[in-house]
């Protein structure tokens, strides 16, 4: 069928991968955090929340299978005002929403943008998933995967999207790796080899430099983000 008029839809004015308001200003950046169930994730969200919010203007989407765990810890440890943080349950297989069908994270990201924005950052969370697991282009504009040494340092070499193509590759729990067994040199060799020039990043929560390293990387991002 051949159609000889343009078409228009509905305006959602970030409903799509377009880096625009309907103002012509730029949207918030999107930048989603996936990986393995227990890496870190939340804890990630909730050091760059601290790290960042006095300079940004952040929100967060977090997905849950079943519940709003995530959304309710970042509650309450308060890492921002409540009406910044938005539960997405997913229902099903965590990447499904951030990949396949991101109809309610966008919604989500949408209403945030809509009801606190301007926004700079909107961080949004995956439920814990497999090595596979990564978000589509439509829904952010830079992934972090989150590892973490407890769940074997043959990880960074068995691959996979996740660690081979994320914007930045987060190691987490570094002090854990005494305790497991775990070659921090190993995986950041083997992460080389499967990334290339692709940065990664070894962190604890637990203490050191912290989230500082991960959030400098957002704020280089924010920096490239605003001007193009
Ligand atoms: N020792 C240590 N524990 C950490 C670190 N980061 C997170 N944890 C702990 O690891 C556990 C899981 O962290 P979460 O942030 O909930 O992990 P998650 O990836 O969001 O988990 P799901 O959303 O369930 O997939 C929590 O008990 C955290 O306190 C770290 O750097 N070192
Ligand atoms: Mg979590």
Redesign the pocket.
Known sequence: MHLDHDVTYPQRHTHSADPHRADGTRRALRIGLG?P???????TVAALCRALRAELSMAVVTNDIYTRE?AEFLLREAVLPPERISAVETGACPHTAIRDDISANLEAVEELEDSVGPLDLILVES??DNLTATFSRGLVDAQIF?IDVAGGDDIPRKGGPGVTTADLLVV??T??APHVGSDLERMARDAAAQRGELPVAF????GGEGVAPVAAWVRERIAAWVVR
Not at 37 to 43: E, L, N, P
């Open positions: 990986g169930v227990g890496s870190g994730k939340t804890a995530d439920g814990g989150v987490n729990k002090d854990l962190q604890s929560l637990r």
